[in-house]
């Protein structure tokens, strides 16, 4: 996988984030995730989206943070949040999330964030996995879910 930075309005980040936020209502019946999101939230220093291509061009895997400080919905100084990690179905259980996640660590770790933090949910078991076995530890909930009981935090030092 070809990981490359793009703008959160990127076409082909378009495209995935549709497909992913279709998966969330699959899972959820809610419609996807109603976190209000701007492309500016992503622009570095203050964040990152990244697409992954596979060896055809064709993008295969997403996902972005960005800054957070303390704030009313629970997050604290130097936390980076994550957002839409998603992979598509027919290239899932090969890695490539995996590499994603160390790719977006990596980049907040050098932007000086000190904390990724992450909301999913109860109906998202493979995502669960993914963040434990990668050293997530349960966290306080933050931001727009937190008061949803299938709502998960989770937060990992950076």
């Excluded at 895997?61 to 009313?72: C, F, I, V, Y």
């Amino acid at each position: 996988m070809n990981i490359r930075r793009v703008p959160f309005d990127h076409p082909d980040a378009v495209k995935l984030n549709d497909e992913v936020q279709a998966e969330y209502h699959e899972r959820y019946g809610d419609g996807g995730d109603a976190t209000v999101l701007a492309p500016a939230d992503f622009e570095p220093p203050n964040g990152v989206y990244f697409v992954g291509y596979d060896e055809w061009d064709r993008p295969i895997a997403t996902g972005g943070w960005r800054s957070q400080d303390k704030n009313e919905e629970g997050n604290e100084d130097g936390d980076a949040e994550l957002k839409r990690m998603y992979v598509i179905r027919e290239m899932r259980g090969r890695g490539l999330a995996r590499r994603m996640l160390a790719a977006l660590e990596e980049d907040a770790r050098a932007a000086g964030r000190t904390r990724m933090v992450l909301e999913t949910g109860t109906e998202q078991p493979e995502a669960i996995a993914l963040y434990t076995s990668s050293g997530y530890q349960p966290c306080a909930k933050f931001g727009y879910y937190r008061f949803y009981e299938s709502s998960l935090c989770y937060a990992k030092a950076l």
